[in-house]
């Protein structure tokens, strides 16, 4: 299951959607908008994403997953849009006979994500918004004009 949504989402739905007789271990990674960035108050995030290009990537991220550890599935949800504070942002599940592998292939998922998916956070704090950097371990993507 891949998902860009302004929607929040259902995370036992998804968990649920990976279980298998062979499932060994699910292994999920929340994450949330924080209070806090450094010292100082964060009021929102917002994000966008050129939402296509985001889904395609996500699905050759769960296919190279699939291909380089022992998992049966993976799902990732990624919100876009204006989040508040303790809104969820993501959620990766993966689904595998064992543990080990499950860790290991939510880790990569999630690092490949934050550095090769066109999705793009800013950050609205007491100071005033600014573009996040992104995690850049591929060519840099541009991020909107704004």
Same mark, same amino acid.
């Given at each position: 299951?891949?998902? !860009?949504?302004?929607?929040?989402? #259902?995370?036992?739905? !998804?968990?649920?959607?990976?279980?298998?007789? $062979?499932?060994? %271990? +699910?292994?999920?990674?929340? /994450?949330? !908008?924080?209070?806090?960035? /450094?010292?100082?108050?964060?009021? *929102? @995030?917002?994000?966008?994403?050129? $939402?296509? %290009?985001?889904?395609? &990537? @996500?699905?050759?991220?769960?296919?190279?997953?699939?291909?380089?550890?022992?998992?049966?599935?993976?799902?990732? !949800?990624?919100?876009?849009? #204006?989040? /508040?504070?303790?809104?969820?942002?993501?959620?990766?599940?993966?689904?595998?006979?064992?543990?080990?592998? %499950?860790?290991?292939?939510?880790?990569?998922? @999630?690092?490949?994500?934050?550095?090769?998916?066109? +999705?793009?956070? *800013?950050?609205?704090?007491?100071? /005033?918004? &600014?573009?996040?950097? %992104?995690?850049? #371990?591929? *060519?840099?993507?541009?991020?909107?004009?704004?």
């Amino acid at each position: 299951m891949i998902l !860009v949504t302004e929607k929040d989402f #259902s995370i036992g739905k !998804v968990i649920s959607s990976l279980k298998r007789r $062979e499932t060994g %271990a +699910i292994v999920s990674f929340l /994450g949330t !908008v924080r209070g806090f960035t /450094g010292k100082e108050k964060v009021r *929102k @995030l917002e994000f966008e994403a050129d $939402e296509r %290009a985001a889904a395609r &990537r @996500l699905e050759e991220i769960r296919l190279e997953a699939i291909r380089r550890f022992k998992i049966q599935d993976a799902a990732i !949800v990624h919100r876009i849009g #204006s989040l /508040g504070v303790s809104e969820n942002i993501v959620l990766i599940s993966v689904s595998a006979p064992r543990r080990r592998d %499950a860790f290991a292939a939510c880790r990569y998922v @999630l690092e490949e994500l934050k550095s090769t998916v066109p +999705i793009w956070k *800013k950050e609205h704090t007491e100071k /005033g918004a &600014r573009w996040v950097p %992104a995690k850049r #371990s591929r *060519k840099a993507r541009r991020r909107p004009s704004r």
